[in-house]
């Protein structure tokens, strides 16, 4: 079955702490995204891949970084810089001009 | 910057049709609307998505008004399971790039 895998489900960081969260695909899709969403909003774009070894900034990138040297796989990583990270985060992808297909989120708290 | 205008909220009794409005008077000529909805905590599903002419599937129908600048999702008979959070999006045309509004929560009740 072809998807898109996000993990872990749960997460939980010190305050200070780096941590990367997973995103893998087996679609063949180009293009990968990931977004952020707080309690009761609606899903802001942080960065988002076009192809292997690309990636642009989406409206809130302050404090993450990401990484695509595979086209299955596009890491986030919430770095210290990132001042509140406690938030729901959704990885997708998508051919060049259809639709997404997300993964089921990874929930990342502050604690 | 989503282009998309919501209601934030609508109710539907169970077994009635559900229609859901949007509003996207700065679409342009070669930009998809698309439908998506999210149950709580899970990932956003695809509904349906078009360009000007109405579309239907097995979930959804998908109205769309001839200027192009709103259409509406209609979910036939609506059930219990279909309570969820609904995003219309337009989709930007120099890159396949989604911008999310709030969306509408739709309540359907017994």
Redesign the interface.
Known sequence: DGGITQSPKYLFRKEGQNVTLSCEQNLNHDAMYWYRQDPGQGLRLIYYSQIVNDFQKGDIAEGYSVSREKKESFPLTVTSAQKNPTAFYLCASSSSFGGYTFGSGTRLTVV | ??KTTQPPSMDCAEGRAANLPCNHSTISGNEYV?W?RQIH??????II?GLKNNETNEMASLIITEDRKSSTLILPHATLRDTAVY?CIV?VAD?????????TKLNVKP
Not at chain 2, 95 to 103: L, M
Request: avoid cysteine; hydrophobic fraction near 20%.
């Open positions: 910057d989503a698309y998506y905590s899970q990932g956003p599903q695809y998505h995003y989709r890159f396949n790039k989604f911008y999310f509004g709030s969306g």
